[in-house]
């Protein structure tokens, strides 16, 4: 992760955090937990959400003036959602000082909502304390802070907005799904990525919910797709050969007379005969390009992209 002024800011709230739960023992239970300390850091996230959030409205086509009319929540992060689809995006807390066992308290979608007004949680909180500290004290929680941070976590990868090289590692085994958080971790989808044109993905269940994708570098996949095409080609010509041959069965059997009155064969059954030299001539050229193609294959190099719904 780069180290821009957001980043910086969002690794000093992350910090203490963990030490905060040096003298917390965080589980289910304590979550409500609450103090002046826990109010102070929700708030500071959720002011830097408000600042990286308009950063990120400007970054993305947002063009209304940075005014009092401009809102963090129905103005910019609804724009990311009706871009990015931020509400699904799923954050897990990972941390080893973390004692939760109830997924709900694992497994956060912590911006679902969030362009909403009243509908978001730990945003509630946010103004419920910034207008009557006094009265709403206990709204600055543990389970407010977790996920305004978690929040400000994922806005900060899609500023940072990087691709990671990964080689020849298309289950991204080698890249950290921390991505520089000692708090979280994101999901990442890595299959089903069409090799021969990344422009095709079978989006997996919990597509939505992964932040980031793993997807074949274009240049790295020529080789592949020569080898393809050819293959192809070749099981064209193959497929040609047969049909003519296939033909002599309704010279033989009477139907034509030779091979000029082809037309006066039904569609269909001209069909049976195209599909059934294909079945035989493909297995057959492809067992000649079997070695060719694994060793593409095997040379394809992958990247981890954000997941911006380019697919």
Excluded at 207 to 222: A, G, K, R
Excluded at 298 to 309: H, M, W
Aim: with cysteine; aromatic share 12%.
């Amino acid at each position: 992760m780069s180290n821009t002024l957001y980043w910086s800011v969002y690794k000093n709230l992350e910090k203490e955090v963990l030490e905060l739960a040096q003298w917390v023992y965080i589980d289910d239970s304590q979550l409500s937990t609450y103090s002046v300390k826990i109010a102070d850091l929700l708030m500071r996230s959720a002011v830097e959400i408000e600042s990286l959030s308009k950063a990120l409205y400007y970054k993305n086509g947002g063009t209304k003036p940075d005014d009092n009319n401009l809102y963090f929540d129905k103005d910019c992060l609804r724009l990311l959602q009706d871009k990015f689809n931020i509400g699904s995006k799923v954050v897990q807390v990972s941390d080893v000082f973390q004692y939760c066992s109830k997924n709900e308290n694992i497994i956060l979608h912590p911006l679902y909502n969030s362009w909403i007004m009243g509908k978001c949680d730990w945003k509630k909180a946010y103004q419920a304390i910034k207008h009557n500290r006094y009265n709403y004290l206990n709204k600055g929680n543990i389970k407010h802070l977790i996920r305004a941070l978690a929040s400000l976590f994922i806005l900060n990868l899609y500023y940072a907005d990087r691709n990671y090289s990964l080689g020849t590692d298309s289950r991204a085994i080698s890249l950290d799904n921390r991505f520089g958080s000692d708090l979280f971790s994101v999901k990442i989808q890595t299959d089903k990525i069409n090799i021969t044109d990344s422009s095709i993905i079978e989006k997996q269940p919990d597509f939505d919910e992964c932040i980031y994708l793993v997807q074949p570098i274009t240049e790295s996949v020529v080789n592949v797709r020569s080898i393809l095409s050819q293959l192809q080609n070749e099981v064209t010509i193959e497929t040609g050969r047969l049909f003519t041959n296939k033909l002599n069965r309704f010279v033989l059997d009477g139907t034509i007379k030779s091979f000029r009155e082809f037309s006066k064969i039904p569609k269909n059954k001209q069909q049976i005969v195209r599909e059934e030299a294909y079945r035989e001539a493909y297995p057959a050229v492809y067992a000649k390009y079997t070695d060719k193609l694994r060793d593409v294959y095997q040379r394809v190099e992958y990247e981890a992209v954000l997941n911006l719904n380019q697919y």
